[in-house]
Nanobody
């Protein structure tokens, strides 16, 4: 099983980035896909998640209205995207894609409930 993130980089405050995650190696039917991030010296935190069907998503309060998560299940490789607008310096972190079978949204925010993780992609927002 592989989750491979891409799309990170350096951007000025107020700018946008689109992260992508390619998930392959098994069926992800029924899996919630999520993005977490970890800033230097801080714990990994939940950013956004989307259920299998793609018609329900959840965001941390810090990114609501600025970030949008989406997924494409059409092919053998499931694609998950995180569109990040109005970026702030505090959004600087390594962003990780994760997959897990989540029974309720309160569990979706806990990283221990995810079975598969990508290697991460760095996002740096300059002021």
């Amino acid at each position: 099983v592989q989750l491979v993130e891409s799309g990170g980089g350096l951007v000025q405050a107020g700018g946008s980035l689109r992260l992508s995650c390619a998930a392959s190696g098994r069926t992800f039917v029924g899996y919630t896909m999520a993005w977490f991030r970890q800033a230097a010296g801080k714990e990994r935190e939940f950013v956004a998640g989307v259920i299998w069907s793609g018609d329900r998503s959840y965001y941390d309060d810090s990114v609501k209205g600025r970030f949008t998560i989406s997924r494409d299940n059409a092919k053998n490789t499931v694609m998950v995207y995180l569109q990040m607008n109005s970026l702030k310096p505090e959004d600087t972190a390594v962003y990780y894609c994760a997959a897990g079978v989540i029974s309720r949204w309160s569990a979706a925010m806990s990283q221990e409930n995810y079975d598969y993780w990508g290697q991460g992609t760095q996002v740096t927002v300059s002021s």
